[in-house]
């Protein structure tokens, strides 16, 4: 089993840029599609996007296209989640997910999350 631990998030101001890692042990990712999803407080857990396991394909959600980029290093065994332009809508905590398949859902029991990191975004 993968276990997945979440750095890098922290307090930005509108505009800013953040980069936040998901380092992967227990298990090499290059067999695994990664991706990162986001809960703000009061509100569901929400898609931001995901890379698949050879890093070819990435997929976003409308929101943060354009703006949010994803990025893996096999090697290293771990995933990035590269921010630019926050915005306060963006203020979550930020969870890194792993899954054993490039495509299908996410919910599955062969389906890991990290704890997550906090980004605030301060206007």
């Known amino acids: 089993q993968v276990q997945l631990v979440e750095s890098g998030g922290g307090l930005v101001q509108v505009g800013d840029s953040l980069r936040l890692s998901c380092a992967a042990s227990?298990?090499?990712?290059?067999?695994?599609?990664m991706g990162w999803f986001r809960q703000a407080p009061g509100k569901e857990r929400e898609f931001v996007g995901y890379i698949t396991s050879s890093g070819a394909y990435t997929y976003y959600a409308d929101s943060v296209k354009g703006r949010f980029t994803i990025s893996r290093d096999n090697a290293m065994n771990t995933m990035y989640l590269q921010m630019n332009s926050l915005k306060p809508e963006d203020m979550a905590v930020y969870y890194c997910?792993?899954?054993?398949?490039?495509?299908?859902?996410?919910?599955?029991?062969?389906?890991?999350w990290g704890q997550g990191t906090q980004v605030t975004v301060a206007s």
């Open positions: 997910v792993a899954r054993p398949r490039n495509y299908g859902s996410w919910s599955g029991g062969d389906t890991t």
């Open positions: 227990g298990r090499t990712i290059s067999t695994y599609a």
